[in-house]
């Protein structure tokens, strides 16, 4: 269905074109990603709950002020965005159960773009998916391996020398980070990190541990009820 008025001057369409007669815009509707993504019967989305669309969208904000900080910066030869943990780029919304857009596909859509992106992601079928949506932007690579495989090669990216910067995003299931990488990303000072983990399983992996070493681990009444 076309629409009636001009998004260009507001002039009446002719009926059967989108072009407009009098300025020449293209009302065509555009589709978007999520409209045209092709998802196998055999790969199985993600979920997002309200505090994962909360998170994307947290995430996606920072990101887009980043890229608009850094684009006025002469020095800033190359700003890069990873993600260790990718996912699909679209997921099914848990209330809707509809697809709905995840990480990486905001992390696409943020305007300025980053100079590169790369995209980890060790389930072949998701990657897949995430490979169609990354293809209109030339600078996108998906990985299709483990991060301890490839983050060690992409952080040469973002190397001070380089006058370069990276945001790397590792939002993983449960505590399965290799610290000693993420102490060598730290180390790097070029590299921003947003490490998302969920509370419970870091009481459960740390704290108890602790307790159980002799060692007392402080805890403060407003950390009660926090989630990922």
Known sequence: MLPIVCAGCGELLDRDSPICRFCGEDNR????????????ADVD???????SQIKHEIIEKYASAYTRILRTQRWAQRY???DAFAG??????????????AGALRALNVEPPFSEYHF???????AGI?????RRRPSAQVHVADYRDVLPHLLTRCRFEDFARGLCLLDPYGLSVDYALLTQIAAMKTVEIFFNFMLVSANRNVLWRAAHSGITAPRRDDDAGMGR
């Not at 509707?29 to 196998?40: A, F, H, K, L, Y």
């Not at 699909?88 to 919304?93: H, K, N």
């Not at 995430?130 to 990354?134: K, T």
């Open 45 to 51: 989305l993600d979920r997002l709950n309200p505090w």
């Open 130 to 134: 995430l490979h169609q949506l990354a």
């Open 120 to 126: 980890i992601e060790l389930d072949a079928g998701k």
């Open 29 to 40: 509707i555009s589709e978007t990603p999520i409209d045209v993504v092709e998802v196998p």
């Open 88 to 101: 699909a780029g679209v997921a099914l919304d848990s209330e809707a159960d509809v697809l709905t857009e």
């Open 80 to 82: 890069v965005y990873i």
